[in-house]
């Protein structure tokens, strides 16, 4: 297919009717100027969907944005950073309420057209006291920007703010998609981004957004994998306000088509911008199953073969190592038979029929010294196929995450804990 | 139950009737003098037992000793390190014949009374060339030793071997049981180590000992992981030959459970030690599962604590972290109420009821700063648990896996790749 879209600037903020702002206020790091709460709202009324964690320990806001998401009416989202609110019981709901409740009344919504979400420490309790005096900065900041704003508030151990924007014909309407994501750690198969925010101009039943984003998350978001860790807080939202001045588009007509496939491109566009983006990354390798049985035993494979540290320590020593892949294969638990699998990586054959092939070792070497490289494993077994994103883990990434004390710490000193 | 049995010198030399061998023929590292081929030999004829990986790539050995034992007559194993014979196809099970072959007729046995096991790198053909000139030599240093040879020749990138050996009195019989076993990496539930050989004088039929050597193996090889990966070479082989004179067990005599007993402590203490001694490892964590709804939900929340590389990060980092264990809990898929789960560290409550216990900080900080601690997770739904030894993941860890480049430039320069 070609390339039918034009990339535009900036992300949640491109969209017509669309209003953001953020402010700091010191959950990162108490005294620091980060931006660390965000705020996007619509001057229309909005179609919503999102999709959540499926972790059985989910955080306060998730808890309290499906609730909200029931009528699919949202029309605005507040999020910060730095603290995740999750596991933090009945003050934990009550936080992600005040929340919603600060900026429901100013802009004169229900608190239940309010989605609400947080990135950050597990365990610890909000800090509300710095987040209440900054409410009023937040409201007031509120503006036409394109969103860039959103995109570095809601960042944690990110390296920097993601986002894309494009825009599109459909029928004789320029239509724009927005959308920013923060990742880093914690990502993998079920849900992958911490958050992801999105919103269009596009005309849309609240029914038909949600089916296009359960889809559309299930090609993109839910076929990264950086560490295997499934977050408590993983969100994905989308507001549609219609403000690009198209018709409602119905069900599977060519506008819905359209839509969808639009959004599908921006959600993978964001998915591999959070693996690239992952924590001490240094490789992002894409990891293509094909001639498995079943569908199913197709992402059997992918996901063993992504998510082992073997593996993954190879690709981050620059090393072919097809035996390390070959054995997450055999491990998968899908149905495979070791003297018909291929491997190619970066388009060279490193195993044929379970073999090693005739490649020379430094031509494998030199296809994974690059960044981005691509791997293909061949189970010459049926027709089914599937592909994930993935990356390499560095000692670098143990050594980030060994310890977060510092921020039990600081909760100590807060009174919080 | 009191400590029954006797700790006594050495590992599978210890029981009455074994011989023992090795001899180095550079298969690690050519030139070099670390023994790497190792046999042990029953002078009586023997009942054996084994288990073996799970992983549907299965290396040639394995296939091997699984048609060989069959019959369960086992009376000698060869083994080798530096090279796993894993993903080898036709020439690698013609050399794990050949293994076989070389003792086979010396000893006067049939090939099918010969196990055989590899361990080391995968896809590279076995240096067969380097192993045919020493086979006289193995036999030649056959004799009564107390085992620890094989225990060194069996060990890769362990930093030690390891190997245990008791005495019990079963009637008016003593009977010795001894083990060695190797790990280091690779290391997952589903058959855990890599290669572990166990001996004994006593008198069970061979049926009685495969029920033995299957039930042991569920309480110690599959409760282990280190870094979640599962190897092609997983294999666990027990002979024996009843020397001790004792009459033959029956099954679910008191003799039969007395053997099982000592049999299961031999394995876990095994199991333990390859924990301990697993590729880079600081720490060594029990984590106990309580109060599930049932066995299957316990191990579920058990494997996913002891697999989540951030849980394992926080312990390399001493970290206390208890939200990464809740949510690595979460995501288990195992049924599990938030607001019901207890988390204690080094026997301090971390968490009770989903939520931050008033345990100071620097109390639990201590408990994690022990090279060994204790973690219990109350699901307060059920009776039913299930324990794990698991480790932490170090950055060293990466770093020592990041090439294995290294050997295959020597298989270029032998002419094997």
């Not at 088509?257 to 390798?285: C, H, S």
Request: aromatic share 6%; hydrophobic share 40%.
């Amino acid at each position: 297919m070609d390339f039918p879209f034009n990339r535009i600037k900036g992300g949640v903020g491109a969209p017509q009717g669309f209003l953001t702002s953020a402010v700091s206020c010191g959950i990162k790091t108490p005294g620091s100027s980060r931006l660390d709460l965000a705020l996007i709202y619509s001057e229309k009324p909005c179609s919503s969907a999102g999709t959540f964690t499926t972790n059985r320990v989910k955080a306060a806001p998730v808890r309290v944005s499906q609730a909200h998401l029931r009528k699919g009416d949202l029309r605005a989202i507040i999020a910060n950073s730095g603290n995740a609110n999750a596991c933090t019981g009945v003050q934990g709901i009550h936080d992600a309420n005040a929340m919603c409740d600060a900026v429901a009344k100013p802009l004169k919504l229900n608190r239940s057209q309010i989605g609400v979400a947080s990135t950050g420490v597990i365990g610890l309790p909000m800090p509300a006291m710095r987040m209440e005096p900054k409410y009023d900065e937040l409201l007031e900041r509120l503006g036409p920007k394109n969103g860039s704003d959103v995109a570095a508030a809601i960042i944690t151990s990110d390296t920097h703010a993601k986002e894309v924007a494009i825009s599109f014909e459909i029928g004789e309407h320029r239509v724009r998609l927005g959308g920013c994501v923060k990742g880093a750690g914690m990502i993998s198969p079920s849900m992958a981004t911490m958050l992801c925010f999105i919103t269009t101009d596009a005309n849309l039943s609240s029914d038909n957004l949600r089916k296009a984003v359960l889809e559309c998350v299930e090609d993109s978001f839910n076929r990264i994998t950086i560490d295997g860790d499934m977050s408590t807080n993983d969100t994905v939202m989308v507001l549609a306000n219609g403000a690009s001045g198209m018709p409602v588009a119905r069900r599977n007509s060519a506008a819905c088509k359209q839509f969808r496939e639009a959004l599908r491109w921006l959600m993978l566009e964001l998915a591999k911008a959070v693996v690239r983006d992952g924590e001490r990354v240094t490789k992002f390798v894409t990891v293509k199953v094909e001639g498995a049985r079943t569908y199913l035993d197709a992402k059997k494979v992918a996901e063993a073969v992504c998510k082992s540290a073997l593996v993954k320590s190879s690709w981050n020593g620059g090393d072919p190592n097809w035996g390390r892949i070959i054995h997450a294969v055999g491990y998968s638990r899908a149905r495979i038979r070791e003297e018909l699998v291929d491997i190619h990586i970066g388009g060279k054959a490193a195993c044929i029929g379970g073999l090693q092939a005739s490649t020379p070792m430094d031509e494998l070497r030199d296809a994974v010294a690059h960044p981005e490289f691509e791997i293909v494993i061949n189970l010459n077994q049926g027709d089914a196929d599937y592909v994930m994103y993935s990356s390499d883990l560095s000692p670098e990434y143990i050594d980030f995450n060994r310890s977060e004390y510092a921020y039990w710490k600081q909760a100590r000193k807060d009174g919080l804990v």
